[in-house]
């Protein structure tokens, strides 16, 4: 069983930039989160995709954004990057069946 | 007031004691409980979920969950210091089935 990947590992930006993270779900998961972690926090809810569509939003402004594709894949897409952007951006798949989600190995993204 | 309180630690204790991460949260609604363990700059793993009242054990690993104080734990026996590392409890519930987290405890258990 595959389970969820994400890439890249690793990413520095410019303030201002756009960027694009990627995301596989595990097989058999229909369903993507995405989660921003902040230092010493805990995972914030981004947004979630079922069925290509958006399906719950957290507190995050619309420069925020995403995709999920047939396949289940999905992106995460944020504009304009600012400081406090920076952080370790979680993917999260999961069934609709069952609230439990799997996390892959997360995205640390650094804004400069 | 924070939806999902967690004591954040750190927490430091010697090889084979028992230890025991709690959490409170104030929202009714979540349906299910979950513990993830993660370790530095990795992604959270899935420890332990419920769905209900009372005990759910796992080999050295227990989950306790209070619908009706809203308290949740996880008991970790026999700790050794391969158990170091982060736990976030994770509640859910509602059609989005979104996750809200604690803020973790960090670990570390003493050789």
């Known amino acids: 069983e595959t389970g969820v990947t994400q890439s890249p590992t690793h990413l520095i930006k410019t303030r201002g930039q756009q960027v694009t993270l990627r995301c596989s779900s595990q097989?058999?998961?229909?369903?993507v989160s995405w989660y921003q972690q902040a230092l010493g926090q805990g995972p914030q809810f981004i947004f979630q995709y079922y069925r290509e569509e958006e399906n719950g939003r957290g507190n995050f402004p619309p420069r925020f954004s995403g995709l999920q594709f047939p396949n289940y894949s999905s992106e995460l897409n944020v504009n304009a990057l600012e400081l406090d952007d920076s952080a370790l951006y979680l993917c999260?798949?999961?069934?609709?069946?069952?609230?439990?989600?799997?996390f892959g190995q997360g995205t640390r993204l650094t804004v400069v | 007031q924070k939806e999902v309180e967690q004591d954040p630690g750190p927490l430091s204790v010697p090889e084979g004691a028992i230890v025991s991460l709690n959490c409170t949260y104030s929202n009714s609604a979540f349906q299910y409980f979950m513990w993830y363990r993660q370790y530095s700059r990795k992604g959270p793993e899935l420890l332990m979920y419920?769905?209900?009242?009372g005990n759910k054990e796992d080999g050295r690993f227990t989950a306790q969950v209070d619908k009706s104080s809203k308290y949740i734990s996880l008991f970790i026996r026999d700790s050794q210091p391969s158990d170091s590392a982060t736990y976030l409890c994770?509640?859910?519930?509602?059609?989005?089935?979104?996750?809200?987290f604690g803020s973790g405890t960090q670990l570390t258990v003493l050789p």
């Open positions: 994770a509640l859910g519930g509602g059609s989005a089935r979104q996750l809200t």
């Open positions: 097989s058999g998961h229909n369903t």
């Open positions: 999260a798949s999961s069934t609709t069946e069952q609230g439990v989600a799997f």
């Open positions: 419920t769905y209900s009242s």
